[in-house]
């Protein structure tokens, strides 16, 4: 099945030539799915260049039935931006502008194919801070972050991305354009339709640009590595560092042991700064905006203050700039260090902070009585209560028979998660890739609101059906 | 119009008879409104104890299609909880448990009828903090709070009540009950339904608990009174304050002169605290977590460089809790002085912080030409731009002749906020007072979507009809 010519033509004359994308070598990049566990279908990739262009487009699909895949930077990670045969591929490329920046209103207006990178750049060039920070931030955009509401490393100090925005432009399923671009610390006028479409995936309406919200610089951080030989202190170690800091906390990042040596082992320049090995370890950053400021000696009280509470058993504080980057590299490069191990079962959850040396674990052993030898190499935002539960193959197993496993993992993981009052989807969303995990562990009365206000709001069910919730089954 | 017998009935099976009032005298309260301008009409109120008490009442007003007004405090200054004869009122004082507090997860899980002061000292007896803190406190419930998206005294340091909150508890249109309770920093499943109901003032379901954040209990602040010669100095003044304070602005008020008047000539204890009079007044508070801080050196600092940068003329630092509960005193006690002055009209709007001056500048003259005399006492969250623009009554006007002006002088108003991108109800809600202000000034897609959302959840229309949207349109 493929696009009719005769709708064919009207895109161009939407859009011009520049913006239809036919050819299959072309159309790629737009058909891959950063897991490798999907591939595109769709034969027409169309690339608007302002809102005015992607209305013209939703309109015209929405005459003809067409069905929508809105896509940014493609780098999600649940299929949330995958393609059927006879979807049409709308990609925000283009929308690239930064259309304004305001330091004395805090606030930066941004077109939705604006790379994080960018926008993190150009509030630095304004002596501001845009906080959002994750590893596709190279080429992910805005509009995608939005739209799956991206987390990444500094939730913990300045929240999601539903966070750090104030407004949105949005190109309904009808093709209306909705201009709710405030720049407003305090709006409240009727329902909070913004966070509808944060978080939304593109299913309710197409995010074409936002107000973001902007901070004061940081001037100063101190960083270090800390050893813990036991994971029920880590939410204590947490609440001390934030008490101490004055909640200026700003990344609180969990390695296990098996995680650190797989980075030590596949990543270049990344050693084990301790003399002996420890089971848990956490990457503790303050960070401030004031300058002239006593951070590091607020920072070396906590250490000591934790230490004197036996909360962690050493610490390596970062006493240069590369020693730093080396400690980050560490936590970064741990999906890639991963895949050097075999395959993976993944899991990105999240429990209340208190819980999470309860999973660990429950999760932990749990998995190890289904799969023998299987190598648990968990990490992520305990801050957040995030954990990338990941699960390293057996060394004596194949991958295949390890993959087969993929389903009976996800139950037992995620129905631990689901007894703790847990998340399955902590900041990865839903996409394609986990519709089922949610049908079953969402409440009915849930799932229930979610159907009607997708039929409310998108009736004709023409944006991104098969995400999050599936157009058969609504 | 009264509710039948039968109905009536088969509430008193529902909730006790503790739990129906009929009598006049005891219906009192409920029928109140904060700002005198409306009465309440009905004729019985339902006073639930739990949330299965209201999901039956619920049900009960669904299959008898009778409509109800969820009524936490009865504080609202919008009229979100006037009823109207034949409806009933669904009060939530008597679920008022603490029903957890966790300090390690920095969560507390109250039921909608807690008082908010209750919640304040719950929290600090907890060793945290939460944060929300408004003139009603004493009264005011935490369901109502919710439900209006209550703003108040430290959103630019924490967010609205929307921010605060993690995860709720709902009764819905047809009396099921919505368990989303979840204590998650970050949880991307789906649509985020919680913030349909934060801000949804009762209309969409009923908030019968919610999950709140904590934070570190606040060690030391400081505090001054600041004087301005030119209010295009304030936005400025801020940005340097929340760079050299690390971001720990906790207040940032503005007053103009003839507030400060009023509140030296009517309220005990508040004086004046310079030689001489000064156009403008912002009260600044920084402050901190931390123990053993340099908070003083850092506030003294901030003055001193605003005073090179010529953004403030003069500055007194309360050097006292005495003194800091006086300056207080002289900011929340305005609408209290006000009104000696006789009659007010008010607005409570907000516009990008960078453009308060100039709103200030344009609605202050625009309605000088309109009422000669007329004595703008605007004060309020300048740090969120938003302005409590309140209109005290010429001298030698009537305060019958003022009052009919209400309309005109909204209208004046509410244009210039509108041609500033700004909002007519920054932090009040919409209630049944500022239904057709929102007609007026939202885009029309907005208000689409509103009804749409609306017609899902509550297809009935049986939850606070007249509030926010008026049933007769939809």
Request: hydrophobic share 40%; glycine share 8%.
């Amino acid at each position: 099945m493929s696009v009719a010519d005769h709708i064919l033509s009207e895109l161009y004359s939407v859009v011009g030539a520049e913006g239809v994308l036919v050819d299959p070598e072309a159309l790629d990049p737009f058909l891959r799915e950063e897991r490798g566990r999907y591939r595109g279908a769709s034969s027409l990739v169309v690339r608007p260049s302002s809102v005015e262009q992607v209305s013209a487009i939703v309109r015209l699909c929405a005459r003809h039935a067409l069905s929508l895949v809105p896509q940014g930077g493609n780098t999600g990670l649940c299929a949330g931006a995958v393609s059927d045969a006879g979807q049409v591929i709308l990609s925000l490329g283009r929308m690239n502008r930064i259309r304004s920046i305001d330091p004395v209103n805090f606030t930066m207006t941004v077109e939705a194919g604006v790379v994080l990178e960018t926008i993190q750049k150009a509030a630095l060039d304004a002596d501001r801070f845009f906080p959002l920070s994750l590893g596709a931030q190279g080429s992910c955009q805005i509009g995608g972050n939005l739209a799956t509401n991206a987390g990444g490393l500094n939730v913990l100090r300045y929240g999601n991305a539903r966070d750090l925005c104030l407004g949105l432009e949005v190109v309904l399923a009808d093709g209306r354009i909705w201009n709710g671009l405030k720049r407003l610390g305090k709006d409240n006028t009727g329902y909070a339709l913004k966070h509808l479409f944060i978080g939304g995936e593109g299913t309710l309406g197409i995010i074409t640009a936002a107000v973001l919200k902007l901070f004061p610089r940081p001037l100063e951080k101190q960083t270090a590595l800390c050893a813990v030989s036991d994971v029920r202190s880590v939410p204590h170690l947490l609440a001390l560092a934030r008490s101490l800091s004055g909640d200026q906390v700003s990344a609180f990042e969990l390695m296990a042991r098996f995680s650190l040596e797989l980075a030590c082992r596949h990543l270049d320049s990344v050693t084990d700064p301790f003399e002996s090995p420890w089971p848990w370890y956490v990457l503790v950053e303050f960070s401030t905006t004031r300058a002239e400021t006593d951070l590091r000696t607020v920072f070396e009280r906590f250490l000591e203050e934790a230490f004197e509470q036996a909360l962690i058993g050493d610490a390596v504080i970062a006493e240069s700039g590369r020693q730093d980057a080396a400690f980050w590299r560490m936590r970064e490069g741990l999906p890639e260090a991963q895949k050097h191990e075999g395959a993976s079962v993944k899991h990105d959850i999240s429990v209340p902070i208190g819980s999470v040396p309860e999973f660990l674990e429950r999760a932990m052993q749990a998995v190890s009585q289904a799969v023998p030898g299987i190598r648990p190499c968990p990490f992520g935002h305990v801050g957040d209560g995030n954990i990338h539960f990941n699960l390293t193959q057996p060394e004596t197993m194949s991958s295949a028979d390890f993959l087969a496993k993929w389903e009976d993992l996800n139950r037992i993981v995620h129905d631990i998660v689901a007894d703790m009052g847990g998340s399955f989807s902590a900041e990865h969303g839903i996409g394609r890739l986990k519709v089922d995990e949610m049908l079953r562990y969402k409440a009915d009365e849930e799932i229930d609101m979610m159907r009607r206000i997708k039929k409310a709001l998108d009736p004709q069910h023409i944006l991104n059906p098969g995400v999050i919730l599936c157009s058969d089954r609504l």
